[in-house]
Structures are given as C-alpha cells and as structure tokens.
C-alpha cells in the first residue's frame, strides 16, 4: 500500500482497496470446500456476479505488487465516486427457532430497496442460545453469491448476544432485492432462537 501511495498519492483508501481487488492473483486455487454432513461450512472459491473471485482464507487473493502499481499509476483518484452508507435494514423482532441439529436450519430475508454497487456488508445478528458456538451464519445475496459470516465451533460462550459480521465477497455487486440469512445448528443438545438481525451495506 506504500507503494501504490508513493505512485499516486491522491489515492484514498477506497481506491486501493478497489485497486487491490482487481489487481489480485488466485492463489492455492484447488483449495477444497469445508463440509460438515454434506454441508459445506467454508465454501471453495467463489466468483461473484461482479466477476470478482473470493476466499474466506484468502480474500481477493495474493497482492501482485506490479499489477497494482501499473493500475495506481494510472488510476483517477476518487474516480470510485460517493461513498454511501444508508441507514441499515432491519428485520424487526423474529425470536424464531433455530432447529436444534438441523441442517435445515433456519432462513430469513431482508429487502434491500437500496441499489448500491456494494463495496462492503456488515450484518448484525441478535441470537439468544445456550450454546452459540454450534451456530453457523450465512448469508445470500439476491444475486445468488454465498458468503459464510461465522463457521461452527468458534468457542463462543455469550448466551444473549448482538454482534456484527462482515464480508466482502458481495464486491461490485448489487445491493438491491432478497438477502437471504441462514442460520444453522450442528450440534444436539441445547436450542435457541435469532432475536432478530440487521443489513447495513456500503457502497457507491
């Protein structure tokens, strides 16, 4: 990032993030997904609809310094254009059932009305479970791209909790239609619900 600074000082740091991004290698690319009883829990690589390629281990891939730098040499600084965070969506109170080791688990959608290209998703979850380390979080984009927010057996402990996730494989995306939250528990033994959860998207 120093250096792509040094080239073209004007940058912000949408920019090198968005230069970055497009400037990317893949690497380790036969990385198998991660399954738990035929479901997978960390996908393979995925492309989204905006043709970027993404990993939960790996991001956008490997930085390729002289890709990069050919690109902030002759990038237009805040060509990118507004930065707009909208108010976030939320669901309202659901306290639904999460089925106790069910890999059905447990669906919800949020419109978006919003038509952003998305730069990043922050998702707020309110959960109350007894054993939240047996849950996983994922989240569909109306474009049909899959993002795993939160992988089983973390090891968290608080039983009546909000808290945020983040991805950033819906890049370049559109934010606007049907998001689509699942929740999943994989392990028998305590039960729970999702309180209720938020959509908050950046973007241009």
Same mark, same amino acid.
């Given at each position: *990032?120093?250096l +792509? +600074?040094?080239?073209?000082?004007? #940058?912000?740091?949408? %920019? ?5 991004a ?10 198998a997904a991660v399954?738990i009883?035929?479901q997978i829990i960390?996908p393979?690589?995925?492309m989204?609809?905006?043709g970027y ?6 991001g956008? &891939? @490997?930085i390729?310094?002289? !890709?990069? +730098? ?9 060509s990118l @254009?507004?930065?707009?965070t909208?108010?976030e969506?939320?669901s &309202?109170?659901?306290? #639904?059932? $999460?089925? %106790?080791n069910d890999? =059905? @688990?447990?669906?919800?959608? /949020?419109?978006? @009305?919003?038509n952003?290209? $998305? ?5 707020g *979850?309110?959960?109350?479970h007894a054993r939240?380390?047996d849950?996983s /979080?994922?989240?569909?984009?109306p474009?049909?791209?899959r993002?795993?927010?939160l992988n089983p057996?973390?090891g ?5 909790s909000c808290?945020?996730?983040s991805?950033?494989?819906f890049? &370049?995306?559109?934010?606007v =239609?049907?998001w689509e939250?699942? #929740? ?5 033994g305590t039960s729970? !619900? $999702?309180?209720?959860w *938020?959509l908050?998207?950046a973007g241009?």
């Amino acid at each position: *990032m120093a250096l +792509l +600074l040094e080239a073209n000082p004007t #940058l912000t740091w949408r %920019d090198v993030k968005h230069i970055l991004a497009n400037s990317a290698v893949q690497v380790d690319a036969n990385i198998a997904a991660v399954e738990i009883s035929g479901q997978i829990i960390t996908p393979a690589w995925t492309m989204n609809a905006a043709g970027y390629k993404f990993h939960n281990y790996y991001g956008f &891939g @490997g930085i390729d310094a002289a !890709s990069a +730098l050919n690109l902030a040499k002759n990038y237009s600084a805040g060509s990118l @254009g507004t930065y707009l965070t909208p108010d976030e969506e939320e669901s &309202g109170d659901l306290n #639904l059932a $999460i089925p %106790d080791n069910d890999t =059905g @688990g447990r669906v919800n959608t /949020i419109n978006y @009305g919003g038509n952003l290209t $998305i730069e990043s998703v922050l998702v707020g *979850m309110c959960l109350s479970h007894a054993r939240p380390s047996d849950i996983s /979080i994922a989240l569909t984009s109306p474009q049909d791209t899959r993002s795993v927010l939160l992988n089983p057996f973390t090891g968290v402990e608080n039983t009546n909790s909000c808290f945020y996730l983040s991805s950033n494989a819906f890049y &370049g995306e559109s934010s606007v =239609g049907d998001w689509e939250i699942k #929740l999943t528990d994989w392990k028998a033994g305590t039960s729970g !619900s $999702i309180v209720k959860w *938020m959509l908050e998207i950046a973007g241009r």
